[in-house]
């Protein structure tokens, strides 16, 4: 490795690197938790993450959920009761096990959801757009190669 490559330079990147994704992450909270109180005021973000999963996974047992989410099964069934009291899920009879139901989200909770989102709508493009196509797939190749923690490949155009 070369000077660059260890050492206290590549500590400093890294730092820099962690603090970076520390504002993303800040920044994406509070996107999380405005939109949540859009769909509904008051409703907690961890709330609106079981509603955002549903959304995109749904039809989906409340097991396979659980286990998706990583989340108590007792506090899933909470806030999944929460949901369908605000009428944003539905539950459906699974047809492959008459014992589970499925939930899916309702035409009411996919129009709540589409407002909460309409002000963030843009704001990825907006951030993006004076960087070039190359720039942002080369951002979108390096974030890849990062969380799945393999060394990134260079594109094709470059070799």
Same mark, same amino acid.
């Given at each position: 490795?070369?000077?660059?490559?260890?050492?206290?330079?590549?500590?400093?990147?890294?730092?820099?690197? $962690?603090? *970076?994704?520390?504002? %993303? !992450?800040?920044?994406?909270?509070?996107?999380?938790?405005?939109? +949540?109180?859009?769909? =509904? /005021?008051?409703?907690?973000?961890?709330?609106?993450?079981?509603?955002?999963?549903?959304?995109?996974?749904?039809?989906?047992?409340?097991?396979?959920?659980?286990?998706?989410?990583?989340?108590?099964?007792?506090?899933?069934?909470?806030?999944?009761? $929460?949901? *369908?009291?605000?009428? %944003? !899920?539905?539950?459906?009879?699974?047809?492959?096990?008459?014992? +589970?139901?499925?939930? =899916? /989200?309702?035409?009411?909770?996919?129009?709540?959801?589409?407002?909460?989102?309409?002000?963030?709508?843009?704001?990825?493009?907006?951030?993006?757009?004076?960087?070039?196509?190359?720039?942002?797939?080369?951002?979108?190749?390096?974030?890849?190669?990062?969380?799945?923690?393999?060394?990134?490949?260079?594109?094709?155009?470059?070799?």
């Amino acid at each position: 490795m070369s000077g660059d490559q260890s050492g206290a330079a590549r500590t400093d990147a890294v730092r820099a690197l $962690e603090a *970076e994704f520390g504002e %993303l !992450v800040g920044q994406f909270r509070r996107i999380i938790t405005e939109n +949540a109180n859009r769909i =509904s /005021p008051g409703m907690l973000p961890g709330a609106y993450k079981v509603f955002t999963t549903i959304v995109r996974r749904g039809p989906v047992t409340q097991s396979a959920l659980a286990e998706h989410l990583l989340v108590d099964k007792g506090q899933l069934s909470r806030t999944v009761r $929460e949901l *369908e009291q605000l009428g %944003l !899920v539905q539950r459906t009879p699974d047809p492959s096990d008459g014992r +589970a139901s499925l939930l =899916s /989200p309702t035409e009411e909770g996919l129009a709540r959801l589409e407002t909460a989102r309409a002000p963030q709508e843009n704001a990825l493009a907006s951030s993006l757009e004076e960087w070039s196509v190359d720039e942002i797939r080369s951002l979108t190749r390096l974030l890849h190669a990062l969380s799945a923690g393999t060394p990134p490949t260079t594109p094709a155009t470059d070799r």
